[in-house]
C-alpha cells in the first residue's frame, strides 16, 4: 500500500573520505558543479516473451563513474552482461551485479521478468499480448555507486515498444521522445514508479498545478472520468496541507491483477474494479494519492503512522471538498474506530487494516490535543507539512518530536501511552 519497501532499499547514505571517490546508495545529495555522466535506461518490451530487455546506457566522458553495483533479485533480473567488467554474486536471497565500464562509458545489458504474482491467483506486474502494467523499479533494480565527489547524473527513461502502443509514466516528456528521470536528491537518477504500455484509454489534465495522467488498457473499464472528477474536487484541498508532486501517474487494470491499490513515486496502481469512495467512507485512490504527497516510508514503529495519516486525509479530502458532508464524516470515523477496536498496540513492523483504523483514532487524538495546546492555532496539519518537508523516514521518535516541537512543548500524555510502547 506504500513506498515503504522500496523506497527504504535507496535510502542509505554512505560517506567517502573528501579526498577519494564518493559512494552513494542512489540517494546522496548531489554536488554543486561537479561532473556530469548521462544515463539513458533504454527498456524494450517484448510481450511474447513477458519480458523488459533492459539496458543501460552510460556517457562519462568525464569518467566520473567507477563502478555501478546492483541489487538484484534472481528470479526477476537476469542474464547481465556488457561492456568492461560484470561480475554477478550471491548474496544471500538477492544477488549483486557490479558493473565496471569502460573510460568514457559503455552499455550494461539484462533482461527482467515482468509477470510477478502477488498471491496465488492475482498479479503486481503483468505482461498481455496487448499491455504490460510494471514499475520501474522491478525493471531496474537499487543501485549503489562509487563515483567523483560532486558527480550528478543526467538520466532519461526511453522505451521502446511494440507498434500502436503508448505509454503512461511518472516523468516529463523530452522531444527525442524519451523522458526526464529527474530526481534532485539523488546523485544517480533511476526510474521508479508505475510504467503502464500498451493500447491504453488515457486522460490528462491539470489539476491543482499538478499535471495528472490517468491510464488504463482499453476495455478494462477504469472509470478515468470519475476519477479526474473526485481529484479536481479534492486535490486543491490536499494542496493546502502539504505540497503535491508535479506529475502524478494513475494507472489500473482488471482481474487477474491484485485488487487493491499501490503507491509509488509519482504515481499509483487501483484496480479497474475499486470503488472511487467505499462503503465504509474511505477513498483507495485518495489513500494512496496521500501516500504519493507524503513521500511516506514508514521508519522504527512508524509504519501505524504513515497508514494512518494516509486512510484520515483521505476522508478529510473528501469532507473538506464538501464531497461528503460532516455528518458521513463522522459515520466514516465511527466505523473506523469500530475496526481498530482491541488493538492492543500499534507499533508493529506492518500496520494492518486494524492497526491503520487505531492508528487514525490516534492520530485524531493528537490533533484535538494540540488544537487545545496551541489554542487552535497549530494541529496535525502542521505535523504533515513538517514531515513533508524532509525525506527521512517517518519513525515514531521523529513523529514524536515534530508533533511536540509544533505543539511548542511535550506530549507525555499522548506518546507515553501503553499502545505506543
Avoid at 515503504?4 to 545529495?29: D, E, K, R, Y
Avoid at 561537479?34 to 523488459?52: C, H, M, N, T, W
Avoid at 528521470?181 to 521508479?192: A, G, I, K, N, S
Avoid at 500498451?198 to 488498457?217: F, S
Wanted: with cysteine; aromatic share 6%; glycine share 8%.
Amino acid at each position: 500500500m506504500k513506498t515503504a519497501v522500496l523506497a527504504a532499499l535507496l535510502c542509505i547514505a554512505f560517506v567517502a573520505p573528501s579526498n577519494g571517490p564518493a559512494h552513494a546508495q542512489n540517494s546522496t545529495a548531489p554536488g554543486v558543479g561537479g561532473p556530469r555522466y548521462d544515463v539513458r535506461f533504454e527498456i524494450r518490451i517484448v510481450p511474447s516473451e513477458k519480458l523488459a530487455h533492459v539496458a543501460i546506457h552510460l556517457g562519462d566522458p568525464a569518467r566520473a563513474v567507477d563502478w555501478l553495483r546492483f541489487r538484484v533479485e534472481p528470479e526477476r533480473q537476469l542474464a547481465f552482461r556488457g561492456d568492461g567488467r560484470v561480475e554477478v554474486k550471491q548474496d544471500g536471497a538477492t544477488e549483486i551485479a557490479t558493473w565496471t565500464p569502460p573510460r568514457g562509458g559503455g552499455v550494461l545489458r539484462y533482461v527482467a521478468r515482468i509477470d510477478h504474482l502477488r498471491d496465488e491467483s492475482s498479479y503486481d506486474a503483468r505482461a498481455t499480448r496487448d499491455w504490460a502494467l510494471v514499475r520501474a523499479d522491478d525493471l531496474v533494480p537499487p543501485v549503489h555507486a562509487s563515483f567523483s565527489d560532486g558527480a550528478q547524473s543526467r538520466s532519461r527513461l526511453q522505451l521502446v515498444l511494440p507498434s500502436g502502443w503508448s505509454a503512461v509514466v511518472p516523468y516529463a516528456p523530452l522531444s527525442d521522445g524519451t523522458w526526464s528521470v529527474d530526481r534532485p536528491e539523488r546523485r544517480f537518477d533511476r526510474p521508479v514508479g508505475w510504467l503502464l504500455m500498451g493500447k491504453l484509454g488515457v486522460l490528462r489534465e491539470r489539476v491543482a498545478g499538478v499535471r495528472v495522467a490517468i491510464g488504463a488498457p482499453v476495455g478494462q473499464r477504469m472509470r478515468r472520468e470519475d476519477q479526474l472528477a473526485l481529484l479536481r474536487w479534492t486535490l486543491p484541498v490536499l494542496r493546502k496541507v502539504a505540497p503535491l508532486p508535479q506529475r502524478l501517474a494513475i494507472v489500473g487494470a482488471g482481474d487477474p491483477m491484485w485488487r487493491g491499490g499501490l503507491s509509488a513515486p509519482n504515481s499509483v496502481y487501483l484496480h479497474a474494479d475499486l470503488p472511487l469512495i467505499s462503503a465504509d467512507g474511505t477513498s483507495p485512490l485518495l489513500h494512496e494519492v496521500v501516500h504519493v504527497m507524503l513521500r511516506a516510508r514508514s521508519g522504527e514503529r512508524g509504519d501505524w503512522i504513515v497508514e494512518g495519516l494516509a486512510e484520515l486525509y483521505s476522508v478529510e479530502a473528501l469532507v473538506r471538498s464538501k464531497t461528503i458532508s460532516k455528518r458521513r464524516a463522522e459515520r466514516a470515523f465511527e466505523r473506523i474506530e469500530a475496526k481498530g477496536r482491541g488493538v492492543a498496540s500499534v507499533t508493529v513492523d506492518r500496520a494492518g487494516a486494524a492497526v491503520a483504523a487505531r492508528g487514525v483514532v490516534l492520530l485524531r487524538e493528537l490533533d484535538a490535543q494540540i488544537r487545545r495546546t496551541t489554542g487552535d492555532a497549530r494541529n496535525l496539519d502542521d505535523v504533515v507539512r513538517a514531515l513533508v518537508e524532509s525525506p527521512d523516514a517517518i519513525s515514531l521518535a521523529r513523529f514524536r518530536s515534530v508533533a511536540e516541537r509544533i505543539a511548542g512543548q511535550p506530549l507525555p500524555t499522548f506518546f507515553d501511552r501503553p499502545e505506543l510502547r
